[in-house]
T-cell receptor, first 115, second 111 residues
Framework: ETGVTQTPRHLVMGMTNKKSLKCEQH?????MYWYKQSAKKPLELMFV???????ENNSVPSRFSPECPNSSHLFLHLHTLQPEDSALYLC??????????????FGPGTRLTVL | TQLLEQSPQFLSIQEGENLTVYCNSS?????LQWYRQEPGEGPVLLVT???GGEVKKLKRLTFQFGDARKHSSLHITAAQPGDTGLYLC???????????WGAGTKLIIKP
């Protein structure tokens, strides 16, 4: 399998549930990202990992908890979410964080609905 | 606040027509990237423009970066249904490396 994969593709959860999103990249990259995409709004960068170390947390609520066990895998743990957290969650990877012209490769996203 | 404003937000045209979409800012960007996102997929990079005044062509798509590096445009000639998607621009303002994203132009090409 190539590129960036995400599972599940769709997720419906209640506000009291705990779930996790998974991302895997097969590109040999060292940087991985979580984005939130809501309709008619710019992509919101949530977290960045560079060589497995979290380098950025853009004021994301603690109900979102990232985990990066190695350079190929990235998780987003979810708990006690709110309906306004419903969105498309995109994972991306790039060769390295810190080069503005680096291409980011995106997964297909997880469509999350919080009831 | 450094913003990238994309216009129009939505465009629906017939196959064969030409169109231009815009990505504008009040800030200078060291480069700008254009992505296309098809339904059910993540964004895919189309092109990166780096130099002020640069023009890049990708088949029927022509990308321009303004001389002042604050504006960019994407022109599609003889649009086809396969061009349908959300077109996003993104770039690092100034000397920053973090990307700022536009909200996108949703393009529908009707057969």
């Amino acid at each position: 399998e190539t590129g960036v994969t995400q599972t599940p593709r769709h997720l419906v959860m209640g506000m009291t549930n705990k779930k996790s999103l998974k991302c895997e990249q097969h590109l040999g990259h060292n940087a991985m990202y979580w984005y939130k995409q809501s309709a008619k709004k710019p992509l919101e960068l949530m977290f960045v990992y560079n060589f497995k170390e979290q380098t950025e947390n853009n004021s994301v609520p603690s109900r979102f908890s990232p985990e990066c066990p190695n350079s190929s895998h990235l998780f987003l743990h979810l708990h006690t979410l709110q309906p306004e957290d419903s969105a498309l969650y995109l994972c991306a990877s790039s060769q390295i964080r810190g080069r503005s012209t680096d291409t980011q490769y995106f997964g297909p996203g997880t469509r999350l609905t919080v009831l | 606040t450094q913003l990238l404003e994309q216009s129009p937000q939505f465009l629906s045209i017939q196959e064969g027509e030409n169109l231009t979409v815009y990505c504008n800012s009040s800030s200078v960007f060291s480069s700008l990237q254009w992505y296309r996102q098809e339904p059910g997929e993540g964004p895919v990079l189309l092109v990166t423009v780096v130099t002020g005044g640069e023009v890049k062509k990708l088949k029927r798509l022509t990308f321009q970066f303004g001389d002042a590096r604050k504006h960019s445009s994407l022109h599609i000639t003889a649009a086809q249904p396969g061009d349908t998607g959300l077109y996003l621009c993104a770039g690092p303002p100034g000397s920053n490396y973090q990307l700022i994203w536009g909200a996108g132009t949703k393009l529908i090409i009707k057969p």
